[in-house]
């Protein structure tokens, strides 16, 4: 393993610590009394405490020293003195330990009582420390110079995201994302739980991929010797339950699709499903915007967020706007009872990519993406899906062709979707034959499977449902203003790290390299050749190893060859 300078110091700061008998990764527990929050909505003065954290500054002067505690609820003042941690007359403690072994990151256990100093900083009076957990990598800090400029702060995203425990760290902000994420779904459960439904689980792993248009992973059970798929949704799974007798059952399931990556998502993502029996889809519409109403009161305090330039309103009721109305108002286009061809060549002429693979049902969700979906920033229902789009669906009880479904769309995304649910199995069994001819036509997202268990279930009779699905992480998107779904997962899905090559280099190599730092404009090959006194075999191997790893790059600007660092 290659170890930068500060993380060697580190290690033979650990060795001595060692040596002085001194427990860098101690096991017993350390029982605290107090947080750093705690500590200042309760202050009082002279008050004994007891508190553990992430040591994230300090400021030596002689005998004494101010640093600063970071725990899970905020940061606080600490100060060390000498005479007050070493009463007797050995000051290792503090001479050795905490001002040459210790270091930016380390944890630490803090004995104290609480001040306030001169200035009005409240601030823990240090009696005692126990080194915790000795931090072998520094932190990355950030650092403001004297025009106010930052520099080194760690927010390149895909460090952030690799690293998030450094980005938690470093950035305590990001924090507040995840408290809110929490307090989404801890609001969505009271409010179902408060309506008497049900949370229940269902498999990850299923034999059959179904409830969505979507690709899925593959694996394999060795056990059993069968293929088994990672969900793409649960829905199939709740609606059995519902035929077994639960009026209300929901779930929040973490799904898995095979597809595309971009800022809203993800091949993981959190999806709530809920269903609830002998209700409708125009039920359903008006309890989903009590639903957002509340969850976003009781994450940001009132029914408003701001999302980029927009302020949203989550406030009921919301508009509703039937599809057909939608790709009208905003194509001139006409969509009712026109053919496949029809819709094609209509795609076609405005400029919207589409291919002979896609159905009816394809065409118009492409028409209706690109043309209308980002016109709709505040909460509007979009309703009455045409029967291709909507295979889980009933049909419309009024309007031929289409079916009882609707999405919520806010910004121009979709964050929720829902049915009157299909309970007619003959003609759910036509809808999955439907489906596969869309598979075999070329259509990767379409079912290529026909539930024959879920058939059985509906066989036995499920009563009138409507079912809904939120997608989780796009709506914790919009209530804290983040644009990319990765600022609001904790480890979204990345490649693989680059690894960077270790390279070793010899004594000839470093001859070159530090000719090469002795000044910032590059230096004429000759030149460092001549400097290097290397013997023309030895330079020969040496240049090639430093140009071969990228450390050293030869160029030639008019008729001068020159070497510099890369």
Known sequence: MQLSEQEIIRREKLNKLVEMGINAFPA??????????????????????????????????????????????GKIQVYFNRDEICTGEDKTLYNDVYKHLLDIGDIIGIEGELFTTQVGEKTVLVKNFTLLTKALRPLPQAKTDENGVVHDAFNDPEMRYRQRYVDLTVNPQVKEIFVKRTKLFNAMRTFFNDAGYFEVETPILQSIPGGAAARPFIT???????????????????????????????????????????????????AMEIYVA?????????????????????????????????????????????????????????????????????????????????????????????KCEGNFIQPTFITDYPIEMSPLTKKHRSKEGLTERFELMVCGKEIANAYSELNDPIDQRERFEEQLK????????????????????????????????????????????????????????????????????GEDEKVILEILNSQEEPFSLAEVKERSQLSGKKWDKASKTL???????????DENVLMKLV
């Open 28 to 73: 017993e527990e350390y029982v605290i009394t107090d947080t750093t929050e705690s500590i200042k909505q309760d202050f009082s003065e002279s008050k004994q405490v007891k508190i553990a954290g992430r040591l994230m500054s300090r400021r030596i002067q002689g005998k004494a020293s101010f640093a600063e505690l970071q725990d899970s609820t």
């Open 220 to 270: 394999h059970h060795n056990a059993l010797d069968i293929p088994l798929y990672l969900r793409i949704a649960n829905e199939l799974y709740l609606k059995r339950l519902i035929v077994g007798g639960f009026d209300g059952v929901y779930e929040f399931s973490k799904n898995f699709r095979n597809e595309g990556m971009d800022r809203t998502h993800n091949p993981e993502f959190t």
């Open 278 to 370: 002998y209700k409708d889809y125009n039920w359903m519409m008006d309890f989903t915007e009590k639903l957002l109403e509340f969850c976003a009161t009781s994450v940001n305090g009132n029914s408003e967020s701001t999302f980029g330039e927009h302020t949203i309103s989550w406030k009921a009721p919301y508009p509703r706007v039937s599809m057909t109305e939608a790709i009208q108002k905003y194509t001139g286009f006409d969509i009712t009872g026109k053919t496949e061809q029809e819709l094609f060549d209509f795609a076609k002429s405005i400029g919207i990519d589409v291919n002979e693979t896609m159905g009816k049902g394809k065409l118009i969700d492409e028409i209706f993406g690109e």
């Open 438 to 505: 869309l598979a075999e036509k070329g259509d990767d997202e379409a079912g290529q499977f026909i539930d024959e268990d879920f058939l059985r279930a509906l066989e036995y009779g499920m009563p009138p449902t409507s079912g809904l699905g939120i997608g989780m992480d796009r709506l914790i998107m919009f209530l804290t203003n983040n644009p990319s779904i990765q600022e609001v997962l904790f480890f979204p899905q990345m490649r693989p790290e680059k690894t960077v090559p270790q390279i070793e280099l």
């Open 547 to 557: 140009t071969k790893n990228n450390l050293v790059k030869v160029e030639k600007i």
